[in-house]
């Protein structure tokens, strides 16, 4: 027995030292922010040097998408690595939740958080949720140990009557509204402790809240997903940054969710956690564009939010971590549908296996070993398939219109699209190549197939009467 004892103490201690390390994961997640409003992605007034640097060090994705144009659905997909069709949070009337819905996110659903769980990672879950605001939705019950944050959009539970209206505030780029027209709750865990919330200190607070948390879980693997819900309407900055950005209040807004990306790394490298953890940076959809000025930008993509042209559902993405992430310029395709799996891979957690799956393992891109795996894209919103990417084509079926995405668009036929040659989509292709229509139009067909055990509709299903 005592000849084992070494033996024993050195498996021990290899065990240990395996879990130790487990990479963390952190997720910052925006709120309508474009495909170009990002310097390093090409926009000209807002300065961004700590996402600059982000992407310098690590990998800047140009075709990454998220799995709808829309908020709730978007963040399921991101949350659960399926298509929102799938889980319910997907509808054709309601779009996304709202304070007087009765519903959420499936207690059947398996988050990121409870998938990562299995490894023991402690988990937590800062500012907007936005897939439930009642207490068996909220991130405390799906996944995450902690949560502080708002539970739906910063421009819901409006209470200041016709005027000002937000769309004429727009018409400034500067103007900066009243906190008290939003009476939205600021949560902690399942009580409210702030209402309204103070928007003008809230990315201050939530970028605080990421470093305290870094902090105290160093010495464990830890998940910490971080959603601003800036620079969705109604924009608001802090002393500190009001004023400060050409690109008037939208460009202070970035600016200082930039400050607050950059002194999240800081705290990451201070602490020589950068060699475990993998940091990922996107948007939940594409800019708002009919807030003029107080809406972001789609760069060189066509339209923005509420639409499935690229400009809503392509966004900005970095992945930052060095020793996990090897840097570069990624031009193959990626979704928040695979983040999931990726980080499942990582771990070493397990995907579910008893439902069906949309999302793919991105770890070979991310340690430099090979093309990522996602070859087609399915463009869904309001729980009808819109369009279709396969390779470097896209197949438009469906379409709303590019600013006011309420009003559908009737299209006399199918548009093809070469999204290597034509990123603004600007160039129909279907007549000249009938063969890749039929080719994408059975595509289309056999994933609507695939999504008839889904659950449509559900969100206005869920109101309270």
Known sequence: MKNLLPLLLLIFHFQLGAQEKLPNFVIIFCDD???????????????????????????????????????????AGLMTGRYP?????????????????????????????????QKGYATAAIGKWHLGHLPQYLPTNQGFDSYFGIPYSNDMDYIGGMEPRYIDLADDPDAMPEIKYYNVPLMENEKIVERPADQTTITRRYSQRAVDYIKANKDHPFFLYLAHNLPHIPLFASPDFKD???RGLFGDVLQEIDNGVGQILQTIRDLDLEEQTIVLFTSDNGPWLVFKTHGGSAGPLRAGKGTTFEGGQRVPTIFWGPGQVKPGLITDMGSTLDVINTFAALSGAKVPDDRKMDGYDLSPVLQGNGKSPRESFYYWTRAELHAVRSGPWKLHIQQREPVNYGNKVELEHPELYNLESDISEKYDRSAAHPEIVEKLMKVYKAHLADTEDAMPDMLEARIKE
Not at 57 to 64: A, D, I, L, N
Not at 105 to 112: A, D, G, K, Q, R
């Open 85 to 117: 069709i799938r889980n319910g949070m997907s509808s054709a009337k309601r779009v996304v939740l709202f304070p007087d819905s009765a519903g959420g996110l499936p207690e059947s659903e398996v988050t990121i958080a409870e998938v990562l769980k």
């Open 33 to 75: 922010l474009g495909y170009g409003d990002l310097s390093s992605f090409g926009n000209p007034t807002i300065q961004t040097p700590n996402l600059d640097r982000m992407a310098m060090e690590g990998q800047k994705w140009t075709q990454f998408y998220v799995a709808d144009p829309v908020c709730t659905p978007s963040r």
């Open 244 to 246: 400060k950005s050409k």
